[in-house]
């Protein structure tokens, strides 16, 4: 057993010193492989930090909660437009009846938004604030993380009180180094009070809506203040129970029913209102991400297939150049495998150093990260990637091993 590690350990220092010898060859053979796996773990890591980036984008949709909205988020080919534009749009006696009637939701809440209204504080004034109404039950609909202050009591949401929850940027921007905690702000002339601000969230690959320039305010107070009756839109959330409600299937279906129910939508008649969750745009995004990944993997397979030829090349030139070397070995008691380690211990190396260089530039790309875009190289990436260099130097320097491993010790010294 020790005779065989030594004879290993000797195989793999005359493949270091062939290495080298041949310092720009080895390079130059290395190129192959150091671009596809550049191309095949870059492709892997953009892909990954991608889909994170966008399923951190719709998180503000909460998990485990069904829609009830005028339209769908996912168009079916084949169903005419115009019938989703005559649909009515969900509305407060519609939540208020779902409130009463659910049995299997854990909450549920309304809301509506609107758009690009200036909040006015002393002389500081922003424009392009996004003010939400919500009712009570929001929080346990939506992630509401709150950084200072506290939510609506029942009687501030059922009242409609003037008070709000405000983002952290928009504090920042309004208040500045002030404790927003009970002063006072202005939109569209309404006085409302800040009673608390939220944790700040940063930017998100999409832009899709932030807590940070948000403001979130009682229902009733958004419906009689600051909403455009002729475009709001409200949505109903109703929040499910995974636990007892697997896929929350049942949730799903006695929504149907009820919604159906309040309509009174005959048994022929085709539902009016559209039930949307988050699951739809994630198994969407699954299905792009695969997509991309697949793609990346066909194309970087043609860098790897280049790179493993190259290397395969080297090493048939390398057992020319040394089969003299060979003969003399074998000659003098060197046993087959040991001649075999020797040319297949070379191309591993030279595939592994081309990985290990794939992967440094891959790293060279995680400078590139945005607060929206986060480009992190994972562990499982740099293993994958120094296992892909690994079998491509095998695959690469079998055939030359075997084929020097088996010459005549005679012949091959006779060799120049």
């Given at each position: 057993?020790?005779?065989?590690?030594?004879?290993?350990?000797?195989?793999?220092?005359?493949?270091?010193?062939?290495?080298?010898?041949?310092?720009?060859?080895?390079?130059?053979?290395?190129?192959?492989?150091?671009?596809?796996?550049?191309?095949?773990?870059?492709?892997?890591?953009?892909?990954?930090?991608?889909?994170?980036?966008?399923?951190?984008?719709?998180?503000?949709?909460?998990?485990?909660?069904?829609?009830?909205?005028?339209?769908?988020?996912?168009?079916?080919?084949?169903?005419?437009?115009?019938?989703?534009?005559?649909?009515?749009?969900?509305?407060?006696?519609?939540?208020?009846?779902?409130?009463?009637?659910?049995?299997?939701?854990?909450?549920?809440?309304?809301?509506?938004?609107?758009?690009?209204?200036?909040?006015?504080?002393?002389?500081?004034?922003?424009?392009?604030?996004?003010?939400?109404?919500?009712?009570?039950?929001?929080?346990?609909?939506?992630?509401?993380?709150?950084?200072?202050?506290?939510?609506?009591?029942?009687?501030?949401?059922?009242?409609?009180?003037?008070?709000?929850?405000?983002?952290?940027?928009?504090?920042?921007?309004?208040?500045?180094?002030?404790?927003?905690?009970?002063?006072?702000?202005?939109?569209?002339?309404?006085?409302?009070?800040?009673?608390?601000?939220?944790?700040?969230?940063?930017?998100?690959?999409?832009?899709?809506?932030?807590?940070?320039?948000?403001?979130?305010?009682?229902?009733?107070?958004?419906?009689?203040?600051?909403?455009?009756?002729?475009?709001?839109?409200?949505?109903?959330?109703l929040k499910g129970n995974p636990e007892t409600d697997e896929g929350l299937l049942e949730l799903e279906n006695e929504l149907t029913g009820m919604m159906r129910g309040i309509r009174g939508l005959k048994p022929k008649q085709e539902d009016s209102f559209a039930l949307n969750r988050p699951e739809m745009l994630s198994n969407f995004i699954d299905g792009l991400i695969k997509t991309l990944t697949i793609a990346g993997w066909f194309i970087s397979f043609f860098s790897l297939l280049v790179g493993g030829f190259g290397i395969a090349n080297i090493m048939f030139v390398s057992v020319k150049e040394r089969t003299n070397l060979i003969g003399i070995q074998k000659s003098l008691g060197a046993k087959n495998f040991f001649i075999l380690f020797q040319f297949l211990f070379e191309a591993i190396f030279l595939s592994g150093i081309g990985g290990i260089a794939?992967?440094?530039?891959?790293?060279?790309?995680?400078?590139?990260?945005?607060?929206?875009?986060?480009?992190?190289?994972?562990?499982?990436?740099?293993?994958?990637?120094?296992?892909?260099?690994?079998?491509?130097?095998?695959?690469?320097?079998?055939?030359?091993?075997?084929?020097?491993?088996?010459?005549?010790?005679?012949?091959?010294?006779?060799?120049?």
């Amino acid at each position: 057993m020790f005779l065989t590690f030594r004879l290993i350990y000797e195989s793999l220092l005359f493949a270091l010193g062939a290495l080298r010898e041949n310092l720009l060859r080895t390079i130059l053979s290395l190129l192959g492989v150091t671009v596809g796996i550049f191309a095949i773990i870059s492709v892997l890591t953009l892909v990954d930090s991608l889909e994170k980036s966008i399923k951190t984008s719709f998180n503000f949709l909460g998990s485990d909660v069904i829609y009830v909205a005028k339209w769908p988020w996912l168009f079916v080919d084949d169903y005419p437009w115009w019938k989703y534009v005559n649909r009515p749009v969900p509305n407060y006696e519609e939540y208020k009846a779902l409130e009463k009637r659910m049995t299997l939701a854990t909450a549920i809440s309304i809301s509506a938004v609107r758009g690009n209204l200036t909040a006015k504080y002393k002389n500081s004034s922003i424009g392009g604030v996004n003010v939400i109404g919500v009712s009570y039950y929001h929080d346990k609909v939506s992630d509401v993380r709150i950084e200072t202050g506290r939510y609506f009591s029942i009687q501030e949401s059922e009242g409609g009180a003037n008070v709000a929850l405000i983002g952290a940027v928009l504090a920042e921007d309004l208040f500045g180094n002030e404790n927003p905690i009970g002063k006072e702000i202005k939109i569209k002339n309404k006085v409302i009070r800040i009673i608390a601000v939220m944790k700040k969230q940063g930017a998100n690959l999409l832009d899709s809506p932030s807590a940070d320039n948000l403001c979130i305010v009682p229902y009733n107070f958004f419906m009689k203040t600051l909403a455009n009756r002729k475009r709001v839109n409200p949505t109903i959330a109703l929040k499910g129970n995974p636990e007892t409600d697997e896929g929350l299937l049942e949730l799903e279906n006695e929504l149907t029913g009820m919604m159906r129910g309040i309509r009174g939508l005959k048994p022929k008649q085709e539902d009016s209102f559209a039930l949307n969750r988050p699951e739809m745009l994630s198994n969407f995004i699954d299905g792009l991400i695969k997509t991309l990944t697949i793609a990346g993997w066909f194309i970087s397979f043609f860098s790897l297939l280049v790179g493993g030829f190259g290397i395969a090349n080297i090493m048939f030139v390398s057992v020319k150049e040394r089969t003299n070397l060979i003969g003399i070995q074998k000659s003098l008691g060197a046993k087959n495998f040991f001649i075999l380690f020797q040319f297949l211990f070379e191309a591993i190396f030279l595939s592994g150093i081309g990985g290990i260089a794939g992967l440094l530039l891959v790293s060279g790309i995680t400078f590139f990260s945005t607060e929206g875009f986060e480009i992190v190289l994972k562990f499982s990436h740099i293993v994958k990637g120094l296992l892909i260099a690994s079998a491509i130097g095998i695959l690469a320097g079998i055939i030359p091993a075997i084929v020097a491993s088996r010459l005549d010790p005679v012949i091959a010294i006779r060799s120049k």
